[in-house]
T-cell receptor, first 109, second 115 residues
Framework: SQQGEEDPQALSIQEGENATMNCSYKTSINNLQWYRQNSGRGLVHLILIRSNEREKHSGRLRVTLDTSKKSSSLLITASRAADTASYFCATDARDKIIFGKGTRLHILP | DAGVIQSPRHEVTEMGQEVTLRCKPISGHNSLFWYRQTMMRGLELLIYFNNNVPIDDSGMPEDRFSAKMPNASFSTLKIQPSEPRDSAVYFC?????????????FGSGTRLTVV
């Protein structure tokens, strides 16, 4: 069963623009993780934010976490064609992670 | 480090046949996870192991599915007999529970087609 749910399901933006994806979840978590999946490939870990953190940065990625609202957002700044992929949030409640269905991001040239 | 290695990359089999998927986790990682990905259901956790011991197999869809981890460097997921609805991409992932705030490392997956 899915714990996280991403919004929107699909997003198309122009290269250079910022992309924002949201994730909502249902139960308490230890941390929340974001992954990227290119078509036909495995998942690649992008960033992890702990339950006691509110914001985290990694390069062009910015993740926020609001545990009171049980929600997270992933911001990709200055998008590039190579950012075209599906993005998944994954909630880590104990010793396993459960994925949402993902957001398909398409960067237009 | 070669990462998580899965084999085969692609498998096409006839309904009723036995299918065995293989996974070699990253050396030193003590947790191993099997996921299944379909368009309809997304990524589903099937089973996971800690220190080679199955911890939670509640995601295994039916008795036709079984998984083993005979040692720290090898795991199998077996489907017997296979059915067309088992067609999916199966991913293996591993992590080091001693580094709880690090992400999981996924293999490239096995694309299974049952005809």
């Amino acid at each position: 069963s899915q714990q996280g749910e991403e919004d929107p399901q699909a997003l198309s933006i122009q290269e250079g623009e910022n992309a924002t994806m949201n994730c909502s979840y249902k139960t308490s978590i230890n941390n929340l993780q974001w992954y990227r999946q290119n078509s036909g490939r495995g998942l690649v870990h992008l960033i992890l934010i702990r339950s006691n953190e509110r914001e985290k940065h990694s390069g062009r990625l910015r993740v926020t976490l609001d545990t009171s609202k049980k929600s997270s957002s992933l911001l990709i700044t200055a998008s590039r064609a190579a950012d075209t992929a599906s993005y998944f949030c994954a909630t880590d409640a104990r010793d396993k992670i459960i994925f949402g269905k993902g957001t398909r991001l398409h960067i237009l040239p | 480090d070669a990462g998580v290695i899965q084999s085969p990359r692609h498998e096409v089999t006839e309904m009723g046949q036995e299918v065995t998927l293989r996974c070699k986790p990253i050396s030193g990682h003590n947790s191993l996870f099997w996921y299944r990905q379909t368009m309809m259901r997304g990524l589903e956790l099937l089973i996971y192991f800690n220190n080679n011991v199955p911890i939670d197999d509640s995601g295994m869809p039916e008795d036709r599915f079984s998984a083993k981890m005979p040692n720290a460097s090898f795991s199998t997921l077996k489907i017997q007999p296979s059915e067309p609805r088992d067609s999916a991409v199966y991913f293996c992932a591993s992590r080091d529970t001693g580094r709880a705030n690090y992400g999981y490392t996924f293999g490239s997956g096995t694309r299974l087609t049952v005809v």
